[in-house]
């Protein structure tokens, strides 16, 4: 073994939950160690979506102003085109924040911003191209991890491993831990499209099949939900995607006839959880308890509100002794309540997504409530901007 690491707390997995965690921990006053495996936050497949709930966080951690100052967009209502009506979805306006927007910002930067926070205290450290391998059990209990980073293998010792390593974990498995589907996945196709001066789309068109356009300034990121398994990247799937998005949006089926079939990237989203979130000495959050569907695109919330609730709960304990799984139970408690309601929605929300009808079919039923009680999308806008059980540092 090359490298051997003694902390308090070792966190597998730089994405949102990892990071916040992280920085949280080290606010505290505690050694901590995010593992990542890749050099940099540069992948594009990530959500980008920043809502009241987390902008309120930073503002609590006084990370606000460094937020705003990164490239994003605002986004105060959640509107949705059905076959060519609009209807506002979620309405932000009316909420108890200091941000009433959602906002877009590409996830590297918000990632760098949550690094560059956290690096300014000196119990963090951030481990690059450090990819987690296993854990370490002793005794029964879990008491670090083993990875290989630039400089070959090494061993982290913790008193306490949280595994945020998202929806494709590897570590809970060897901690004996195994996700349960809550429902049928659907896949998304992510291609970007090139944008002209001035050019704009609604947020999400439905009706026909389902697209969203994500404005990233110079060009549009598209995502295009599909059923889970239909894709198989033949050129037919791509003549099949082509003449879908006419229909759904003639103007982005236009734009889209020069893609090609390496410019279309098949993401897979799934939609599980863990029964039990720990065992002795590990804790699960983010997306590794939780496979989030990006309906909602609340994902990322429900991961930074899972690590303000562990480091709320684990902090004052780890300050004093070893955290138990009575502790660690404690932090599962707190926050499996609003990862089943969001995860309820988010599956009744996956047949509209994917329904196709005839343009001069009626609007499905829950479109026509919200069109006919327009104040309805103050009370979505209260769900998908806070979420069901909204987080604070204290
Ligand atoms: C197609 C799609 C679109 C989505 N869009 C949105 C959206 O717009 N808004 C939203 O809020 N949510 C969205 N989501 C959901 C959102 O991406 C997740 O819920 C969120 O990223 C979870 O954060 P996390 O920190 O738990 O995990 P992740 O973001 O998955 O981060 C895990 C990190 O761990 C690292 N890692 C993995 N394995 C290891 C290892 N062995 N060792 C070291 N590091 C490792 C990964 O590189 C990654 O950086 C979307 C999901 C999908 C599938």
Redesign the pocket.
């Known amino acids: 073994m090359d490298t051997r690491i003694e902390t308090d707390v070792v966190i597998?997995?730089?994405?949102?939950?990892?990071l916040m965690l992280g920085l949280l921990l080290a606010r505290r006053g505690l050694d901590v160690a995010v593992?990542?495996?890749?050099a940099d936050?540069l992948r594009d497949?990530?959500?980008?979506?920043i809502?009241p709930s987390t902008q309120e966080l930073l503002g609590e951690l006084g990370l606000l102003d460094e937020f705003l100052a990164r490239p994003h967009a605002d986004m105060p209502r959640i509107t949705l085109s059905w076959h060519g009506t609009v209807l506002t979805m979620a309405d932000f306006r009316r909420l108890p924040t200091r941000r009433k927007v959602m906002s877009f910002m590409p996830q590297w930067d918000f990632l760098d911003m949550l690094a560059d926070a956290a690096a300014r205290y000196d119990g963090f450290r951030l481990l690059r191209s450090?990819?987690?391998?296993d854990v370490i059990r002793e005794s029964g209990r879990i008491v670090g991890v083993t990875?290989t980073g630039p400089e070959g293998r090494a061993e982290i010792r913790a008193r306490l491993v949280v595994d945020?390593?998202?929806?494709?974990?590897?570590?809970r498995g060897g901690a004996g831990l195994a996700p349960v589907g809550v429902a049928a996945a659907m896949d998304?196709l992510?291609f970007r499209l090139p944008k002209q001066a001035g050019e704009t789309h609604p947020f999400v068109q439905a009706g026909a099949g389902m697209i969203i356009a994500i404005d990233r300034d110079d060009f549009f990121q598209i995502?295009h939900v599909i059923p889970a398994g239909s894709w198989t990247g033949t050129p037919d799937d791509l003549a099949r995607m082509k003449q879908r998005l006419l229909r759904i949006s003639p103007r982005i089926g236009a734009a889209a006839a020069d893609v090609q079939l390496d410019g279309v990237h098949l993401?897979?989203?799934r939609l599980e959880r863990l029964r039990r979130w720990y065992v002795d000495g590990m804790l699960c959050?983010?997306?590794?308890a939780h496979?989030?569907?990006?309906a909602g695109?609340?994902?990322?919330?429900?991961?930074i509100q899972d690590a303000v609730a562990t480091a709320r709960i684990l902090g004052p304990v780890l300050r004093k002794r070893n955290p138990r799984p009575a502790d660690l139970r404690r932090v599962q408690r707190r926050r499996m309540w609003p990862v089943v309601v969001t995860q309820a929605v988010q599956r009744a929300m996956q047949r509209p997504l994917l329904a196709t009808s005839p343009s001069d079919a009626p609007l499905p039923r829950p479109l026509r409530t919200m069109r006919r009680h327009p104040a309805l999308a103050h009370l979505t806008g209260r769900f998908v901007g806070l979420g069901a059980r909204p987080e604070h540092l204290v």
Do not use: C, Q, Y
């Not at 597998?12 to 990892?18: L, N, R």
């Not at 945020?164 to 570590?171: F, K, N, Q, V």
């Not at 496979?291 to 990006?294: D, E, F, R």
């Open positions: 597998a997995g730089g994405g949102p939950a990892g593992l990542e495996k890749h936050f497949f990530r959500g980008d979506t809502h450090t990819r987690v391998d990875a945020a390593s998202g929806r494709d974990s590897t570590l998304v992510w995502a993401l897979r989203v959050i983010g997306d590794a496979a989030m569907s990006p695109g609340v994902g990322i919330n429900l991961a």
